[in-house]
């Protein structure tokens, strides 16, 4: 069983639509991550969040908006999404202390359909 | 900067015979290595990873994997494989830098190991 929770599983929307994708992790973990994965493809980095505080936006358009409202929830708020924003959306989290793997624990992930 | 490539994007097998997947990295600092398995439809999860040591790194579900510094490579290896191992395979490094406490880790494309019964 993962340990990291991404709510929903799947969800449809159309391009007008205001929805959030949401994660949560109980490990003690201080740094959160947004991927999006297309089929077939390597997951891609759109987030990082380190202690609550935004670390990376990979140049990701503002139609995706992402909150760490603390140490165990990141959400990613979706407005005006576009078809080709269709994808799994996963979120992964890791430790930060000194000696810090880089290992990601990862969430099964959002399926969005955007329509 | 750092790279990972998986040149087979397609590994068809048979059920219980051996499997390598293979991965070579590029990186101007030490990294450390790591094998991800994808299966349809969930997130990653962890096969096994390499930080330092020993070369040969035993992870689960009886998969394995060699460093070799030399070559930049670190293979992934299975002796016998099941009709379960079907799944996408990704290999990753990440550098020992850590910076703004979070390391940004770098995935190959990824192999689909299709184990044919």
């Known amino acids: 069983d993962t340990e990291v929770t991404q709510t929903p599983k799947h969800l449809v929307m159309g391009m007008t639509n205001k929805k959030s994708l949401k994660c949560e992790q109980h490990m003690g973990h201080r740094a959160m991550y947004w991927y999006k994965q297309k089929a077939k493809k390597p997951p891609e980095l759109m987030f990082v969040?380190?202690?609550?505080?935004?670390?990376i936006n990979e140049s990701v358009p503002s139609r995706f908006s992402p909150e760490c409202p603390n140490s165990s929830l990141l959400n990613l708020h979706l407005h005006a999404l576009q078809p080709e924003d269709s994808a799994l959306y996963l979120c992964a989290s890791s430790q930060v202390r000194t000696g810090n793997t880089g290992e990601l624990f990862f969430g099964e992930g959002s399926r969005l359909t955007v329509l | 900067a750092q790279s990972v490539t998986q040149l087979d994007s397609q590994v068809p097998v048979f059920e219980e015979a051996p499997v390598e997947l293979r991965c070579n990295y590029s990186?101007?600092?030490?990294?450390?290595l790591f094998w991800y398995v994808q299966y349809p439809n969930q997130g990653l999860q962890l096969l096994l990873k390499y930080l330092s040591g020993s070369t040969l790194v035993k992870g689960i579900n009886g998969f394995e994997a060699e460093f070799n510094k030399s070559q930049t490579s670190f293979h992934l290896r299975k002796p016998s494989v099941h009709i379960s191992d079907t799944a996408e395979y990704f290999c990753a490094v990440s550098d020992h830098e850590n910076s703004g406490g979070y390391q940004k880790v770098t995935f190959g494309t990824g192999t689909k190991l299709q184990v044919i019964p």
């Open positions: 969040y380190s202690y609550e505080k935004l670390s």
């Open positions: 990186s101007s600092v030490s990294v450390y």
